[in-house]
């Protein structure tokens, strides 16, 4: 799988479609699950939130710049032009999940949304409005059936649910402002705000310290970066233009 097939959407387990029911908290489902560890396997799509690195860190008692270059890899996404962080497949092993250990999770407590969820998929709005849909899986094994709020609390999916909010309607915005930063600087300039925009949303955290309060911090702190290297790009293209027009005086003078 290519990364620009992959992107922050808003949206885990790869969107909602027609066949998938949304269900209510009251609601039921069924589903069969063997424990194979099948799901884990093959797996080249598991996008994390900085919410979810920030969480497996705290689970290895790793700072998580380091956790994603040990089990991460990373690009721009081709359509939020955000930072995108998943999984890195251990290729030597059929492209396994990297924390797939003897059939099992090893971050079980700390897994990804997408893989806490899972047979759900998860849905979240620009104002927060969260919803959740069922996916048929052709599984077979133990029966598992469950209301939608029961098996969000067994999963730990409902404890997690404000950050993931959090997560998904800013990185909502941002999306929306990545236009008007990529038209004010230039590639080398660009490069620079693209990495304190992945130091914003996935690595500048303190795993002793809650998250969703330095995310916040964050953010103002990549708003702030943002002006400065508006204001740098400003500077360097007037240098350029004075450069210029310095050098056409100069011709100018030596035709004479
Ligand atoms: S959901 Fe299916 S593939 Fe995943 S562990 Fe259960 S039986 Fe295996
Ligand atoms: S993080 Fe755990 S549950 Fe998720 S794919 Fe990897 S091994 Fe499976």
Not at 5 to 34: I, K, V
Request: proline share 5%.
């Amino acid at each position: 799988m290519k990364d620009g097939e992959l992107d922050l959407c808003g949206a885990e387990s790869g969107g909602h479609a027609p066949d998938m029911p949304y269900l209510a908290a009251g609601d039921s489902f069924t589903f069969q699950c063997a424990g194979c560890g099948g799901c884990c396997r093959g797996r080249e799509d598991l996008v994390l939130s900085g919410y979810d690195l920030y969480r497996l860190a705290r689970r290895l008692d790793l700072p998580p710049k380091i956790t994603a270059r040990a089990f991460c890899r990373s690009h721009i996404g081709t359509v939020s032009r955000l930072p995108v962080l998943r999984l890195a497949p251990v290729k030597a092993e059929g492209n396994n999940c990297p924390f797939l250990s003897g059939g099992r999770c090893a971050v079980h407590e700390a897994r990804p949304l997408a893989c806490a969820l899972y047979p759900l998929g998860q849905e979240i709005s620009r104002d927060g409005t969260v919803r959740y849909y069922f996916q048929k899986t052709a599984c077979g094994g133990k029966a598992f059936r469950a209301t939608l709020a029961d098996y969000l609390a067994a999963q730990g999916v409902a404890e997690r649910e404000r950050c993931d909010v959090l997560w998904a309607t800013r990185c909502m915005e941002l999306e929306q402002q990545a236009p008007g930063w990529e038209a004010a600087l230039g590639p080398v300039i660009l490069r620079r705000f693209q990495a304190k925009l992945a130091d914003a949303l996935y690595y500048r955290f303190d795993t002793a310290r809650p998250w969703a309060e330095q995310f916040c911090e964050n953010l103002a702190w990549l708003a702030g970066e943002r002006v400065r290297l508006e204001a740098m790009q400003q500077t360097l293209l007037s240098k350029k233009r004075m450069d210029a027009f310095k050098s056409i005086n100069n011709g100018g003078t030596s035709d004479e």
